[in-house]
């Protein structure tokens, strides 16, 4: 009895130290990773809105669970994004990318076809401190955590680094030296797929909008603010890129052109950001 008792804290001694490791390794790296502590709960029919950290540039999303499609608007003045939402009742993370301001958050489920009907609508007054905080943290567009591949590679290739302008380079010289543009996948990619981080750093290939996203991911974990840009290029062309915000100073990159994947072009019309 005595020597199970010793096996059974031995092994609850070795499950604590793994915890206190990976907490370690989150602080080490001053990742921020959103969560829904339940301090201010908003709901409106099917919806529920944790924005307890909306001053931190996001909010925790979750309608009732559904086996139909569900879909969230956010909305501000001039300003209005659709977001597909899991079905599951689990809290999403969405950021409140265009800064301080009211925002109108909506449910929609599926009806039939293509119809939507509205199941809940929360009104929001934001008040950000620092407008580029959401762009330290994952969301649906450039999602990762702790255990994100290219997160903890950035972590080890950045160690010891302070100044942003050399985490900054670091990063866009990794993603240049090391991968190449996926031309198949360009041709195949379905519409409305979200960015694949995990996968493109596997395979050191992906589009404009996985290479883009995992720069965000890369350069968000060790404190750079990164915002993934959507729009078009040149002649109509559907593209994605980034725009880093170093020591307090914009900086454009676009791993797709300095991959030599595209022609480089001065003309770049932003459609969204996240």
Sequence with gaps: MIARMGKKRIVICAVLIL???VALTVIAIGLNLPEASGKTVKKDGKLTIDCSHMDQGYIMVKGKKSSKRLKVQIST???KLNYDLNGEGNYEVFPLQFGSGKYQIALFENASGKKYAKEGTVKLNVKMPDELSCF???NQYVSYDENTACVQYANEMCKGMSDQKDIYKAV???????FVYDFIKSVTVKP???PQIDECWTSKMGICQDLSAMTCAMLR???VPARLMIGTVGANTYHAWVVAVVNGEEKFFDPTAELNASSKTDTYTTERYY
């Design 172 to 178: 866009c010289n990794y993603v240049t030296s090391n």
């Design 221 to 223: 974990s060790q404190g």
């Design 192 to 194: 409305g797929q979200l």
């Design 136 to 138: 330290l943290y994952p």
């Design 19 to 21: 915890v206190a490791c």
């Design 77 to 79: 003045a001039g300003a």
